[in-house]
């Protein structure tokens, strides 16, 4: 009866651990210390002059996304826009900004670039 019962108890935390494997691997789990109830404080440029594509490696789950979004939102003249599954980010700028800076702010988060088109 014993043996019945250790069973049943790890069938139940393996069913936990695959459950909770997949949400992190869809990027619905909180990897980092976060999960999906992170928000950005969204920024309206007045007039965008310039956009670039930042190719991103690192990111797994939406406090990863918000997390790069918040540190380009926080750059004087940008605004960012983070796709965690093709994991980019768009960057619009209403001034002239050095790719290095906003290299430099993603990589401070945490993340590495891997290209900034």
């Known amino acids: 009866m014993t043996d019945y019962v250790v069973v049943g ?13 997949v949400k992190h ?9 976060g999960g999906s ?10 007039q965008v ?3 670039r594509t930042v190719v991103i490696e690192g990111m797994t789950c ?4 918000a997390r790069v979004e918040s540190r380009l939102n ?17 960057v ?3 001034k002239d900004v050095e790719d290095e800076v906003i290299k430099r702010a993603i990589e401070n988060a945490g993340y590495e670039v891997v290209e900034v088109r």
């Open 62 to 65: 939406e406090h990863c996304k």
């Open 49 to 51: 002059v310039k956009q």
């Open 92 to 94: 619009s700028m209403e």
């Open 25 to 33: 691997f869809k990027g619905e789990g909180s990897c980092c210390g």
């Open 9 to 21: 108890i790890l069938i139940i935390l393996i069913v936990i651990g695959i459950r909770s494997s």
């Open 74 to 90: 926080e750059l004087d003249g940008v605004s960012a826009k983070v796709n965690l599954k093709r994991k980019i980010a768009a």
């Open 37 to 46: 109830s992170v928000k950005v404080k969204r920024k309206k440029l007045k």
